[in-house]
């Protein structure tokens, strides 16, 4: 198991009252599966990917990323850890708008301080794995929606992730952009990346191999397709 947790639990406070977004969730994602997280909007779906992510903390519980336990390491651990073994794709792209393509996906390799030619043969090799040779220099204003989100699919695998976080990655795109984006992501799968969708579309989680549905900040059911 690539993906562990362990009675998640994340709470957040207020002056009038404690709200639960996560209620002890303890699940286990396989080596190389293509897992989707599903339900309501509001219902801790989002919530449970950062904290797999190691973008939030939990206020209760353990994950383990292969093995190690991420929630207690430093801010500069999790940030390293963040950079070199998980790639995050996010439903808005998130894309610098002053940059082109090939610029966006060098910007994950800087953290790393891959040396700059490096850094462009590798953008280059990326954005023509996810079918964008033709639009290294193209700015995401002159881009679809599909091709922006190929792009910061790219970027996501910049440092070579073995754990693809996915939240909503279709879920600002018309149904020929989303075939263009799944279609990316299950080359990816094939290709033996873990990947993990966040998502409300019951179309994309018949495809997954594993699926947790999410509700009231619990694991309401958990099934293989």
């Known amino acids: ?9 994340k709470t957040y406070n207020t002056d009038k009252a404690k709200t639960y977004a996560l209620r002890g969730i303890s699940l286990e994602i396989p080596r190389g599966s293509f897992s989707c997280i599903i339900g309501p909007s509001g219902h ?3 919530t449970l990917m950062h904290l797999i992510g ?3 903390r939990p206020t209760e519980g353990h994950v383990f990323i292969d093995g190690a336990d991420i929630a207690g390491l430093s801010n500069s651990e999790l940030a390293k850890l963040r950079a070199s073994k998980i790639g995050f794709v996010f439903q808005f792209f998130n894309l610098l708008p002053n940059l082109t393509a090939e610029e966006n996906v060098e910007t994950a390799m800087m953290f790393l301080k891959t040396d700059e030619k490096a850094q462009k043969e590798k953008a280059k090799g990326l954005l023509s794995l996810v079918g964008l040779s033709e639009k290294l220099r193209a700015r995401p204003s002159e881009l679809s929606g599909g091709q922006q989100q190929r792009v910061a699919i790219a970027r996501a695998l910049a440092n070579d992730p073995e754990i693809l976080l996915m939240d ?3 879920g600002n795109l018309d149904s020929e952009s989303e075939t263009e984006v799944l279609n990316a992501i299950f080359k990816l799968h094939k290709e033996g990346k873990t990947v993990v969708i966040v998502t409300h ?3 994309i ?15 309401d059911g958990q099934w293989k397709n």
Not at 1 to 9: D, Q, R, V
Not at 205 to 219: N, R
């Open 1 to 9: 198991m690539i993906i562990i947790t362990e009675n998640l639990i």
């Open 44 to 46: 801790g779906k989002s």
């Open 54 to 56: 190691g973008l939030d």
């Open 168 to 170: 909503e990655p279709t």
């Open 201 to 203: 579309n019951n179309e």
């Open 205 to 219: 989680a018949k495809m997954a191999e594993v699926v947790f549905e999410i509700k009231d900040g619990k694991l």
